[in-house]
Antibody, heavy 125, light 107 residues
Framework: EEQLVESGGDLVQPGGSLRLSCAASGYNFSDYWMDWVRQAPGKGLVWVSRINTDGNSANYAGSVHGRFTISRDNAKNTLYLQMNSLTAEDTAVYYC??????????????????WGQGTLVTVSS | DIQMTQSPSSLSASVGDRVTITCRAS??????LNWYQQMPGKVPKLLIY???SLQSGVPSRFTGSGSGTDFTLTISSLQPEDSATYYCQQSYATPRTFGGGTKVEIK
């Protein structure tokens, strides 16, 4: 059974840093792009970042570009999110998600088919 | 960035009702549209991909339709376990973007 388990969430002061980890199991981790999605308390889902299978290409939401870095270690089946210069607006549950490409009738839509349980990041003094 | 707008933001309906949620993209996204369900206190779950294809294990009362900029998620006969927030998400371009969500409550 596919499983994603995040860790690393914590209370951190504004301007601080944190590194999240996501351990994948039950499938061939290196075959899939991986993403991070966050959800502030009581709010909606917001996409944060994605990384390709080899780990040499990444994309970021504008709100985190230049502050967050996504990476992966395929030998360890682990996804990471390094978060720097944190602000209160970064307070959220961070989900590690597997991106799967679904192709039908000439359309290949990438959906998030497996989600971790989430890890809470709180930025506050 | 492609903006995704859902309506309504919330609704209340009775068991057995037909429920429709709309999602509009700020520019054409073909059929690169997915729907998710998030039950209270739970992790989101993929319901529909490529606008109209049902994810494995999802009940057939859920249907998706649309292409271009306008999409619809329909629950044909609302059940108590469908009480949740539903999100659309485009996969046409990066950054991926979600709609603001539609909270469905049971009367």
């Amino acid at each position: 059974e596919e499983q994603l388990v995040e860790s690393g969430g914590d209370l951190v002061q504004p301007g601080g840093s944190l590194r999240l980890s996501c351990a994948a199991s039950g499938y061939n981790f290196s075959d899939y792009w991986m993403d991070w999605v966050r959800q502030a308390p009581g709010k909606g889902l917001v996409w944060v970042s994605r990384i390709n299978t080899d780990g040499n290409s990444a994309n970021y939401a504008g709100s985190v570009h230049g502050r967050f870095t996504i990476s992966r270690d395929n030998a360890k089946n682990t996804l990471y999110l390094q978060m720097n210069s944190l602000t209160a607006e970064d307070t959220a549950v961070y989900y590690c998600v597997r991106a799967r490409e679904y192709c039908i009738h000439g359309v290949c839509s990438v959906g998030f088919d497996h989600w971790g349980q989430g890890t809470l990041v709180t930025v506050s003094s | 960035d492609i903006q995704m707008t859902q309506s309504p933001s919330s609704l209340s309906a009775s068991v057995g009702d037909r429920v429709t949620i709309t999602c509009r993209a700020s520019r054409t996204i073909s059929r690169y549209l997915n729907w998710y369900q998030q039950m209270p206190g739970k992790v989101p779950k993929l319901l529909i991909y490529a606008a109209s294809s049902l994810q494995s294990g999802v009940p057939s009362r859920f249907t998706g339709s649309g292409s271009g900029t306008d999409f619809t998620l329909t629950i044909s006969s609302l059940q108590p376990e469908d009480s949740a927030t539903y999100y659309c998400q485009q996969s046409y371009a990066t950054p991926r973007t979600f709609g603001g969500g539609t909270k469905v409550e049971i009367k």
